[in-house]
């Protein structure tokens, strides 16, 4: 507290604004080339309302070559950046002497004087009848306190928040196009807000994607990893890390992604169990090389049919054990092999899984991993007619797909029946008799042509 | 007045028809085929809503326009087949008839289906084929039809199909072929009795990978998809045969390129066929 005829010295007070090129002073100092005795009082005193980083981004389209120079902006050109925008203007008249410190310049402080001060340093061309107040150019009266910030005068009334016209608290204040804000007007008039969250971002900005983020809010839209050390590429209007690009890109481009470490495949990729790979990631199971796109997973062996199984070889490897082994025996088969139901087997080792006669070669029905000869197959699982959906006592017509019963295989148009004689065409595996057909308009008719080669066809009893 | 409603109808056409159905009533033949008689009105065929036993009732290629309410009468009737017609509506009574196992409307011109439509107890088969329908014109049950095992709604309009069809337990066939669909519910993924998927001639770039539990590949199954604008992994596999694209489907690296395709997903491709020349189109309000 001061009283008039005080002679206490007279301290300064922590009014202060913000200035960007300040900030931009400390983050070189703090770079360590900066010797500027200043820079220590504005970080303490400071009330940072965040400095600016504008990340670089790059469209898709011109990403191609130049991936890797995409970075973020550092400290210093952010200032200086032509884009950004500038709204924490200070006149020029201001700046250097606008950090009131100790360690610079008493002159330069804010400060509540008597008119009887001595500090002639302030006073020694100024009298009371020549000093008007900054905001209501009134003059003062003798003994009145006056707050004298960076060689402006005020009433202490006078001195407040341009948008809530109370005092400072604290006495800090942030100056932006000559006016004076107190710190939470400020925040609310000029402040960034978040582009995720909608809050104030204090500290570190960053400017992205015509927004403003803090760093933790600022993520990639794929994976969530943060950006803002990272760098982004914006690719239809998201902003995405590198890795979720290139996935990205290389889907849009019909390329593969290795299901192991999810990079880009760029050479042929290896399918085992169902997925694709950098071949490089394996080797063979027998001599251990490392494995190139020509390495064979092999199958279903002996005993095994599940997909967790198999096995990568390399070509020469694969070559020399290329003896397929009986599904049955799992003996080797060196003679004819038949191969069905995913295994190989002896010709007199494939037999019925009913009968256990060997099919030699004669037709096999397949029903959930078993083999049954004609009779069996029927016997066992009996055919439904498609039109009365009854199991087939008799005789079974088979085509396209389906069965019938004797008394229902009919043309689906005109229900009229036919037989194993008569010749039909198939609509979505449907049969019509040739007199329905006939009747099918041409562009139908031209594009069942085109789809399912509409030959006519016969029924098998 | 004296009045002759029948006066206008040709009286060869009205002999042929009757004809057939005196025959049917004299002999009890519980099937009635009056195919391609130049019928164009029910009225031709007089006392056919009062035979009650007959269980098949084959009209196709006549020019049938309007369906009266009384054919639900024919209680008996199990198969009603009504291809290549005029029909525009159908009554709401139809879904009642206790015993209709296989519908065939296929090739009419209708634009919807009544309210009520999936109510029919037993239906079995259902073919709408080539008509005007599309994701609309299904009435709000039309998916607890649970007894349908073949459903045709080939050469239709449909760009999506609700995800209701998931319902349809039973189903064993289900056609699509040459509609506008621009993707597939993953919800057919639900249908696991089906063996017969008809996908061709539509504007599909993906499958849901959904599809991939389903046996489509077994040696009674069937999966078309040819003429459709494929993204290119699965059209790879495509060439080299249906087997390859249920594999790759079921793949991790598929559900990753699909999940991606589906959040990146452009315009649809355009439409394949152009139907305006379709004889559904020819509607008598037009
Ligand atoms: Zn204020
Ligand atoms: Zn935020
Ligand atoms: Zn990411
Ligand atoms: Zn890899
Ligand atoms: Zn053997
Ligand atoms: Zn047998
Ligand atoms: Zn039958
Ligand atoms: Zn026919």
């Given at each position: 507290?001061?009283?008039?005829?005080?002679?206490?010295?007279?301290?300064?007070?922590?009014?202060?604004?913000?200035?960007?090129?300040?900030?931009?002073?400390?983050?070189?100092?703090?770079?360590?080339?900066?010797?500027?005795?200043?820079?220590?009082?504005?970080?303490?005193?400071?009330?940072?309302?965040?400095?600016?980083?504008?990340?670089?981004?790059?469209?898709?389209?011109?990403?191609?070559?130049?991936?890797?120079?995409?970075?973020?902006?550092?400290?210093?050109?952010?200032?200086?950046?032509?884009?950004?925008?500038?709204?924490?203007?200070?006149?020029?008249?201001?700046?250097?002497?606008?950090?009131?410190?100790?360690?610079?310049?008493?002159?330069?402080?804010?400060?509540?004087?008597?008119?009887?001060?001595?500090?002639?340093?302030?006073?020694?061309?100024?009298?009371?009848?020549?000093?008007?107040?900054?905001?209501?150019?009134?003059?003062?009266?003798?003994?009145?306190?006056?707050?004298?910030?960076?060689?402006?005068?005020?009433?202490?009334?006078?001195?407040?928040?341009?948008?809530?016209?109370?005092?400072?608290?604290?006495?800090?204040?942030?100056?932006?196009?000559?006016?004076?804000?107190?710190?939470?007007?400020?925040?609310?008039?000029?402040?960034?807000?978040?582009?995720?969250?909608?809050?104030?971002?204090?500290?570190?900005?960053?400017?992205?994607?015509?927004?403003?983020?803090?760093?933790?809010?600022?993520?990639?839209?794929?994976?969530?990893?943060?950006?803002?050390?990272?760098?982004?590429?914006?690719?239809?209007?998201?902003?995405?890390?590198?890795?979720?690009?290139?996935?990205?890109?290389?889907?849009?481009?019909?390329?593969?992604?290795?299901?192991?470490?999810?990079?880009?495949?760029?050479?042929?990729?290896?399918?085992?169990?169902?997925?694709?790979?950098?071949?490089?990631?394996?080797?063979?199971?027998?001599?251990?090389?490392?494995?190139?796109?020509?390495?064979?997973?092999?199958?279903?062996?002996?005993?095994?049919?599940?997909?967790?199984?198999?096995?990568?070889?390399?070509?020469?490897?694969?070559?020399?054990?290329?003896?397929?082994?009986?599904?049955?025996?799992?003996?080797?088969?060196?003679?004819?092999?038949?191969?069905?139901?995913?295994?190989?087997?002896?010709?007199?080792?494939?037999?019925?899984?009913?009968?256990?006669?060997?099919?030699?070669?004669?037709?096999?029905?397949?029903?959930?991993?078993?083999?049954?000869?004609?009779?069996?197959?029927?016997?066992?699982?009996?055919?439904?007619?498609?039109?009365?959906?009854?199991?087939?006592?008799?005789?079974?017509?088979?085509?396209?797909?389906?069965?019938?019963?004797?008394?229902?295989?009919?043309?689906?148009?005109?229900?009229?029946?036919?037989?194993?004689?008569?010749?039909?065409?198939?609509?979505?595996?449907?049969?019509?008799?040739?007199?329905?057909?006939?009747?099918?308009?041409?562009?139908?008719?031209?594009?069942?042509?085109?789809?399912?080669?509409?030959?006519?066809?016969?029924?098998?009893? | 007045?004296?009045?002759?409603?029948?006066?206008?109808?040709?009286?060869?056409?009205?002999?042929?028809?009757?004809?057939?159905?005196?025959?049917?009533?004299?002999?009890?033949?519980?099937?009635?085929?009056?195919?391609?008689?130049?019928?164009?009105?029910?009225?031709?065929?007089?006392?056919?809503?009062?035979?009650?036993?007959?269980?098949?009732?084959?009209?196709?290629?006549?020019?049938?326009?309007?369906?009266?309410?009384?054919?639900?009468?024919?209680?008996?009737?199990?198969?009603?087949?009504?291809?290549?017609?005029?029909?525009?509506?159908?009554?709401?009574?139809l879904s009642s008839m206790p015993k209709l196992r296989i519908l065939n409307l296929g090739m009419n011109r209708l634009?919807?289906?009544?309210?009520?439509?999936?109510?029919?107890?037993?239906?079995?088969?259902?073919?709408?084929?080539?008509?005007?329908?599309?994701?609309?014109?299904?009435?709000?049950?039309?998916?607890?039809?649970?007894?349908?095992?073949?459903?045709?709604?080939?050469?239709?309009?449909?760009?999506?199909?609700?995800?209701?069809?998931?319902?349809?337990?039973?189903?064993?066939?289900?056609?699509?072929?040459?509609?506008?669909?621009?993707?597939?519910?993953?919800?057919?993924?639900?249908?696991?009795?089906?063996?017969?998927?008809?996908?061709?001639?539509?504007?599909?770039?993906?499958?849901?990978?959904?599809?991939?539990?389903?046996?489509?590949?077994?040696?009674?199954?069937?999966?078309?998809?040819?003429?459709?604008?494929?993204?290119?992994?699965?059209?790879?596999?495509?060439?080299?045969?249906?087997?390859?694209?249920?594999?790759?489907?079921?793949?991790?690296?598929?559900?990753?390129?699909?999940?991606?395709?589906?959040?990146?997903?452009?315009?649809?491709?355009?439409?394949?066929?152009?139907?305006?020349?379709?004889?559904?189109?020819?509607?008598?309000?037009?």
């Open positions: 507290m001061w009283h008039s005829g005080s002679s206490t010295p007279v301290a300064p007070l922590a009014l202060q604004s913000l200035d960007h090129s300040q900030l931009y002073q400390r983050r070189t100092h703090q770079m360590g080339d900066g010797n500027d005795p200043r820079t220590e009082e504005i970080d303490n005193l400071s009330p940072s309302t965040g400095d600016y980083e504008d990340l670089s981004e790059q469209d898709w389209a011109d990403a191609e070559n130049s991936l890797s120079s995409i970075s973020i902006s550092s400290g210093q050109m952010s200032y200086a950046k032509p884009t950004r925008p500038t709204f924490l203007k200070l006149s020029s008249t201001n700046t250097p002497a606008l950090f009131p410190t100790r360690s610079v310049s008493e002159t330069s402080s804010p400060l509540y004087m008597h008119e009887n001060s001595s500090n002639s340093r302030i006073t020694g061309n100024m009298s009371l009848g020549n000093m008007f107040c900054s905001r209501c150019n009134d003059g003062f009266e003798p003994h009145e306190k006056i707050v004298n910030s960076n060689g402006e005068l005020w009433h202490t009334q006078c001195f407040v928040c341009a948008q809530c016209f109370r005092p400072f608290p604290d006495g800090t204040f942030y100056e932006f196009e000559g006016r004076k804000y107190c710190e939470h007007d400020f925040h609310v008039l000029f402040a960034p807000c978040c582009g995720k969250c909608g809050e104030f971002v204090i500290g570190r900005v960053i400017k992205a994607m015509n927004a403003n983020w803090h760093p933790r809010c600022f993520r990639c839209e794929s994976c969530s990893k943060e950006l803002a050390d990272l760098g982004f590429i914006r690719n239809q209007g998201r902003a995405l890390c590198h890795e979720c690009n290139a996935q990205e890109k290389a889907v849009g481009l019909g390329k593969y992604i290795c299901h192991k470490c999810h990079g880009v495949i760029d050479e042929k990729p290896l399918r085992f169990r169902g997925e694709v790979y950098h071949p490089y990631h394996f080797n063979c199971a027998s001599c251990k090389v490392e494995l190139n796109s020509d390495a064979r997973e092999v199958k279903s062996r002996p005993g095994f049919t599940s997909n967790e199984m198999n096995e990568l070889y390399c070509l020469r490897c694969h070559d020399k054990m290329g003896i397929p082994i009986c599904g049955a025996c799992r003996r080797p088969i060196e003679e004819r092999v038949v191969t069905a139901l995913g295994k190989h087997w002896h010709v007199e080792h494939f037999v019925c899984a009913k009968c256990e006669k060997p099919f030699l070669g004669h037709r096999h029905y397949e029903k959930k991993g078993l083999a049954y000869c004609e009779t069996h197959y029927h016997q066992l699982f009996g055919n439904l007619c498609f039109v009365c959906n009854q199991v087939i006592a008799g005789d079974v017509f088979t085509a396209l797909n389906k069965a019938w019963c004797v008394h229902h295989f009919a043309c689906s148009v005109c229900d009229q029946k036919m037989n194993q004689k008569t010749k039909f065409y198939e609509c979505d595996l449907k049969p019509v008799c040739k007199k329905c057909y006939d009747k099918y308009p041409a562009e139908v008719r031209r594009r069942l042509r085109k789809t399912h080669e509409a030959t006519p066809k016969k029924a098998t009893v | 007045m004296n009045q002759a409603p029948v006066s206008c109808i040709p009286s060869p056409k009205m002999s042929k028809a009757k004809k057939v159905l005196d025959e049917a009533r004299s002999s009890g033949n519980p099937e009635l085929d009056l195919m391609e008689k130049g019928i164009s009105s029910f009225e031709e065929m007089p006392g056919l809503l009062n035979m009650s036993n007959i269980t098949r009732l084959t009209l196709s290629h006549n020019k049938i326009i309007d369906i009266p309410p009384g054919l639900a009468n024919l209680v008996n009737l199990e198969i009603l087949t009504l291809f290549n017609n005029h029909i525009e509506e159908l009554p709401v009574s634009n919807s289906l009544p309210r009520g439509f999936g109510a029919f107890p037993v239906l079995e088969v259902l073919d709408l084929s080539y008509n005007n329908l599309n994701e609309e014109s299904f009435p709000a049950n039309f998916f607890i039809l649970d007894t349908l095992r073949a459903l045709y709604l080939g050469d239709n309009d449909f760009e999506f199909i609700p995800p209701e069809i998931g319902q349809l337990k039973n189903l064993q066939i289900l056609v699509l072929r040459d509609n506008d669909l621009i993707e597939l519910p993953k919800e057919i993924g639900d249908l696991t009795r089906l063996r017969e998927l008809h996908i061709q001639g539509n504007r599909l770039t993906v499958l849901p990978p959904e599809i991939g539990q389903l046996d489509l590949v077994s040696n009674k199954s069937v999966l078309k998809m040819d003429y459709n604008p494929w993204v290119a992994p699965i059209a790879d596999q495509l060439q080299v045969g249906i087997s390859h694209v249920i594999d790759y489907i079921r793949s991790e690296t598929y559900r990753y390129l699909f999940s991606r395709h589906i959040s990146v997903r452009g315009p649809p491709p355009p439409k394949y066929i152009d139907k305006t020349n379709k004889l559904s189109r020819n509607r008598k309000s037009n």
